[in-house]
């Protein structure tokens, strides 16, 4: 088996069906791949819709989170290389052959990352285009790394299961909850001086949050985690804006806000001028509400 594909799924049900149709759609011949569904202790009725792929085989567990959903289907899988896609995606039709034919064009690869599109049209001043602008920042199919990357998301990531499972035994945390363990896994290989490469054509779109509320929960609880993961690594980036202290993050807030919107804008900038731009005061109250959660750690 060359590749197998591992979903983790929690009460995923709008959303799998889309991901199960475009994944039995792929380029690559079906005998190379297998799909696995992880349900994480779904309470509708995403196992059955699983199970109604003949080819997807569905493994149930109690809720435990996306990290041990993730260890169960690496366990389970039978592919040299292992995909972990998130349940709210729709892969493109070449997505499986992008992320083995960068394992066969750089035999030295550990483990790859690859991009992020919007699913749908994400109009100007919308949530959704703000709310993608901001989570895939470093994972657009435009984006460029003059170097290793500190980290890229764990929604479109694969491995090399010799190298980072059987060789390493690096596998996902458990107990993060359902944001920042991929912060925690690539610097898990990085320590390991494993290669980790960016796959811009390898490209997924993404059910980005559409509403306000949606976006700004999503900016809330992705810095409620930024002090339980970059506060922990004092040599990732920007670690020193997320002490132990609460007094002292309060002190580092302006720039963690001001900082990070700059960010934003910046990779974005050569790709879509405009519209980040004009993004701008939305972006900025979405860093409020990040450093919102920041300080309530």
């Given at each position: 088996m060359d590749i197998s594909v591992v979903i983790p799924c929690h009460n995923a049900a709008p959303t799998l069906t889309r991901l199960l149709e475009s994944l039995d759609q792929q380029t690559l011949n079906k005998s190379q791949y297998e799909v696995l569904v992880i349900d994480d202790g779904s309470t509708d009725n995403s196992p059955q819709?699983?199970?109604?792929?003949?080819?997807?085989?569905?493994?149930?567990?109690?809720?435990?989170?996306?990290?041990a959903a993730r260890n169960r289907g690496a366990q389970e899988a039978k592919g040299r290389i292992i995909l972990f896609l998130d349940s709210d995606l729709e892969a493109t039709s070449d997505l499986l052959q992008q992320h083995l034919d960068?394992?066969?064009?750089f035999p030295d690869l550990a483990a790859a990352g690859g991009s992020v599109e919007p699913l749908g049209k994400a109009t100007l001043f919308s949530w959704q285009l703000v709310d993608h602008l901001?989570?895939?920042?470093?994972?657009?199919?435009?984006?460029?790394?003059?170097?290793?990357?500190?980290?890229?998301?764990?929604?479109?990531?694969?491995?090399?299961?010799?190298?980072?499972?059987?060789?390493?035994?690096?596998?996902?945390?458990?107990?993060?909850?359902?944001?920042?363990?991929?912060?925690?896994?690539?610097?898990?290989?990085?320590?390991?001086?494993?290669?980790?490469?960016?796959?811009?054509?390898?490209?997924?779109r993404h059910l980005?949050?559409?509403?306000?509320?949606?976006?700004?929960?999503?900016?809330?609880?992705?810095?409620?985690?930024?002090?339980?993961?970059?506060?922990?690594?004092e040599n990732l980036k920007y670690s020193f804006l997320f002490p132990k202290s609460k007094i002292k993050r309060a002190i580092f807030s302006p720039a963690i806000v001001f900082g990070y919107t700059w960010l934003i804008w910046k990779s974005w900038f050569a790709s879509k001028p405009i519209e980040v731009t004009l993004s701008l005061p939305q972006i900025f109250l979405g860093r409020i509400f990040y450093c919102l959660g920041v300080l309530s750690s």
């Open positions: 819709l699983a199970e109604s792929f003949k080819d997807v085989r569905v493994i149930k567990q109690s809720c435990s989170g996306p990290g960068a394992y066969k064009l901001c989570s895939w920042f470093n994972a657009h199919p435009n984006y460029h790394y003059s170097k290793t990357p500190e980290y890229l998301p764990s929604l479109n990531f694969s491995i090399n299961r010799a190298v980072v499972i059987n060789e390493h035994h690096i596998f996902w945390d458990s107990g993060l909850g359902n944001t920042g363990e991929d912060v925690l896994y690539c610097h898990a290989l990085q320590s390991k001086n494993l290669r980790l490469a960016f796959l811009p054509q390898a490209r997924v980005d949050r559409s509403t306000l509320k949606g976006y700004f929960k999503h900016m809330y609880r992705w810095g409620a985690h930024a002090p339980i993961i970059r506060g922990r690594i």
